[in-house]
Nanobody, 127 residues
Framework: QVQLVESGGGLVQAGGSLRLSCAVS????????MGWFRQSPGKEREFVAV????????KYADSVKGRFTISRDNAKNTVYLQMNTLKPEDTAGYLC????????????????????WGQGTQVTVSS
């Protein structure tokens, strides 16, 4: 079974940067489209970013576009989320997810598309 472990979360001041990592084991990460989602208390899980299997397509939520960058290093079985110009509203638990199906655009923005999930890493942005 695929396992995903997020790391890199922490406390940062508004305007700062943080890079999250998602290490994949059990299967090669190249078999999966990879997404980042976030969830904070009292709110539904929110799509953040997705990258297709080969890394040639990336898409972002409007709220993070221009500030966050998703990338992957398939040789290292790792996916990253570089977060710049962080805002207090970015505070959330960030979750990595894997989708073994074909990349089909907007469908990969939805939580139900994904087959495997990590436990999450907390990002807290102070103002």
């Amino acid at each position: 079974q695929v396992q995903l472990v997020e790391s890199g979360g922490g406390l940062v001041q508004a305007g700062g940067s943080l890079r999250l990592s998602c290490a994949v084991s059990g299967r090669t990460v190249s078999n999966y489209n990879m997404g980042w989602f976030r969830q904070s208390p009292g709110k539904e899980r929110e799509f953040v970013a997705v990258i297709n299997k080969g890394g040639g397509i990336t898409k972002y939520a409007d709220s993070v576009k221009g500030r966050f960058t998703i990338s992957r290093d398939n040789a290292k079985n790792t996916v990253y989320l570089q977060m710049n110009t962080l805002k207090p509203e970015d505070t959330a638990g960030y979750l990595c997810a894997a989708d073994g199906g074909p990349y089909t655009g907007a469908a990969n923005f939805k939580s139900q598309r994904y087959d495997y999930w990590g436990q999450g890493t907390q990002v807290t942005v102070s103002s």
